[in-house]
Structure formats: structure tokens, C-alpha cells
């Protein structure tokens, strides 16, 4: 099965980070359509793929990680606005039958993604 799946890392303490909302949204002619909405476990993962299927249509998707929320749940001092409140990612599906892992490694100050496995 395809899928899209991810999983965040808060780096600033080197932990999972639990309870990061996460949504996935498809790009179709320059507009944005809603696919998932989940919120990270106490493993940073998402319980579910974002998206499973047999094959995922090519194109242009975007995960967008709520980050701002968890470092505030958390009771985290940071700066307002937040410099990283919603972070987002786009990336493009190439292969319909691709597996595609799109970790976030995120700090209140930075972030880096790649594609997994």
C-alpha cells in the first residue's frame, strides 16, 4: 500500500513530541483540500498513515505541524508571536505507489525534514 506517514521530534529535548496537531491537504489547481487531521502520540507518530491507499494520485501535498500549540500546551516560554508557530511542508508525490515518511525535527527556533523510509 502507499502511504504518507510522519512523526515529530522535539530536538530541544531530545524527546518524541506528543500531542503536535497535523494536517494533510492535497494541492489541486492552486487550491488546498483537506485530507487529515490527527494529533502525534506519546511516540511523536501519528496512530494512522495520513493518507493509505493502493496508489496515492502524483501531485503536490502539504502537512502543516501546529507547533506553536504544543510549545505553548507545554507551558514553554516563547516569544510572541512564536518565531515557528505553523510549520509547513510541501512536497511533491512522484511515485503513486511510494511510501513516503515525512519527519519533523523541530525546535522553537528551527526545523529540518527529509523523506524517510
Not at 19 to 22: K, L, N, Q, R, S
Given at each position: 500500500m502507499a502511504h504518507i506517514t510522519t512523526h515529530v521530534l522535539d530536538t530541544a529535548r531530545g524527546t518524541p513530541a506528543a500531542?503536535?496537531?497535523?494536517t494533510l491537504h492535497v494541492i489541486e489547481r492552486g487550491e488546498r483540500r483537506l485530507l487529515a487531521s490527527t494529533?502525534?502520540?506519546a511516540d511523536g507518530r501519528t496512530n494512522e498513515p495520513l493518507l493509505i491507499a493502493d496508489a496515492i494520485p502524483v501531485g503536490q501535498y502539504e502537512l502543516t505541524f501546529l507547533v506553536g500549540d504544543y510549545w505553548r500546551a507545554r507551558g514553554d516560554a516563547i516569544v510572541s508571536p512564536a518565531f515557528l508557530d505553523d510549520v509547513v511542508i510541501r512536497v511533491g508525490i512522484?511515485?503513486?505507489?511510494g511510501r513516503y515518511h515525512v519527519p519533523l525535527l523541530v525546535s522553537p527556533y528551527g526545523y529540518s525534514t527529509y523523506r524517510g523510509s
Open positions: 500531542g503536535v496537531t497535523v494529533t502525534t502520540n512522484a511515485d503513486a505507489k
